[in-house]
């Protein structure tokens, strides 16, 4: 059974860092690619970050980039999200997902298995 299980999520202050952990189980891990979506109240969902299979290629939204680092550990299973500089409007669910592919999909569409969702908080 396909598994994704998010943790880390919580209460943070504006300019700090969090880190989130998505666990995957019931798959071959190293032959899915993993991607990080959010949604905040009200909004519709939104693609973060995205790894590839081997954690060679990544790819951020501009809203992120140069301030959250997703990276993978294949042996453990797992997918980080290093969250820094930490804003407001960063609050919101924070999902993972993975897809059986070797390129980096940032289209929540073409991911077929969700974890479901750790929340994150920010205050400023």
């Known amino acids: 059974q396909v598994q994704l299980v998010e943790s880390g999520g919580g209460l943070a202050q504006a300019g700090g860092s969090l880190t989130l952990s998505c666990a995957a189980s019931?798959?071959?891990?190293?032959?899915?690619?993993v991607g990080w979506f959010r949604q905040a109240p009200g909004k519709e969902r939104e693609f973060v970050a995205a790894i590839s299979r081997s954690g060679d290629d990544t790819v951020y939204s501009d809203s992120v980039k140069g301030r959250f680092t997703i990276s993978r550990d294949n042996p453990k299973n797992t997918v980080y999200l290093q969250m820094n500089s930490l804003k407001p409007e960063d609050t919101a669910d924070y999902y993972c997902?993975?897809?059986?592919?070797?390129?980096?999909?940032?289209?929540?569409?073409?991911?077929?298995?969700w974890g479901r969702g750790t929340q994150v908080t920010v205050s400023s």
């Open positions: 019931g798959f071959t891990f190293s032959w899915y690619a």
């Open positions: 997902a993975a897809r059986f592919s070797s390129s980096v999909p940032t289209q929540e569409q073409l991911y077929n298995h």
